[in-house]
């Protein structure tokens, strides 16, 4: 059992540590991305739970809107739901960059209890297929969420509601092309457009991490200038 729980925990505990030492300037509080990581494992039961009696009641007649509601956009709304409630007006989501890690750090709670589920179920042989696909797309999902999470916090009113907006279709939509992918019932071409698909995620979600900090780095010159005017 402990192997098993340390296999299924382990890729989320590494992706995260990856975009927190990716942190250019302070260190987030280790407590409140605990807290956050809680929330979205504890967020994986009642998910799971609906998903289940939509499932056996057999709403949707079709996958693909199955995939789309059912899957990713209940999952992906509950995820953004919590960093709008829990996190958003926090006093220590001070930096652009925060965004991105509170966004991760809660995605890959739900994707670590969901994993460790999962394993319990179907055993190890699945471990490594499930760390590079379900547990990393998780991952850079919350990342994009937490990008226009991070811009909307300070961005004008007007502006952050766009951003808001787009902080739950950015990964609604990837997350519905993903299990698109995965539902082909076409041998061989699953792996054919997941592949280029899981490229395209890192790279765009990267590319999402330059431009946060990016906007960090703006925010701590403008805040420098700010506390040089006030001390003068």
Known sequence: MFILLSVAIAPALALLSYFYLRKEISA???????????????LTFPILFI???????QIFSSLFIHQAIVTSLLEEFFKWLVLIVAIYKH????????????????ALGFATVENILYLLNFGMEAAILRAILPVSSHALFGVLM?????RAKFATLTKSRYE???????PLILH???????GLDITGLELLLMVPFMLFLWLFSLS?????????????????????????
């Open 208 to 232: 999402k991490v330059k431009k946060a900090h990016v906007l960090s780095r703006k925010k701590r010159f403008v805040d420098h200038e700010y506390y040089v005017e006030e001390k003068v």
């Open 28 to 42: 987030e509080p280790s407590r409140l991305l605990l807290h956050t990581f809680i929330y979205g494992a504890i």
């Open 176 to 182: 519905t092309i993903y299990n698109s992918i995965l």
């Open 164 to 170: 808001i907006f787009f902080a739950l279709m950015a």
């Open 146 to 150: 937490g990008y226009y999470i991070g």
């Open 91 to 106: 006093v220590e989501f001070d930096d652009p960059y925060d965004g991105i890690l509170y966004g991760a750090s809660v």
């Open 51 to 57: 998903q289940h009696v939509f499932q056996e009641e």
